[in-house]
Nanobody
Framework: QVQLVESGGGLVQAGGSLRLSCAAS????????MGWYRQAPGKQRELAAQITSVGTTSSAESVKGRFTISRDNAENTVYLQMNSLKPEDTGVYYC??????????????WGQGTQVTVSS
């Protein structure tokens, strides 16, 4: 299994910025897709942004133009730069990774979640 450790959440005023990081570790593996889901209070978890090993990205319409996902393959780390934050961005952000060991895919790995709170 791949272990994911997140950092970078916190409290920020509307219009501010935060940068989330998620580092993967574990025994020998290769990671294809990494990204972030988020879950607002009382709502379902939704995909915020994701990136493949070759740098192909996709993101939710609600964050386009404000959030940028990037990745350091050498460090197995994914970042989410969040700018122009809005109160509706408040929630717990979960990192995920889709990895494989040789030809065998592993179950999706999840981070523990990091709280992002945007005050109005």
């Amino acid at each position: 299994q791949v272990q994911l450790v997140e950092s970078g959440g916190g409290l920020v005023q509307a219009g501010g910025s935060l940068r989330l990081s998620c580092a993967a570790s574990g025994s020998t593996f290769s990671i294809d897709r990494m990204g972030w889901y988020r879950q607002a209070p009382g709502k379902q978890r939704e995909l915020a942004a994701q990136i493949t090993s070759v740098g192909t990205t996709s993101s939710a319409e609600s964050v386009k133009g404000r959030f940028t996902i990037s990745r350091d393959n050498a460090e197995n780390t994914v970042y989410l730069q969040m700018n122009s934050l809005k109160p509706e961005d408040t929630g717990v952000y979960y990192c995920f990774a889709d990895a494989s060991r040789g030809p065998f895919p592993l179950p999706r790995s999840w981070g523990q979640g990091t709280q992002v709170t945007v005050s109005s």
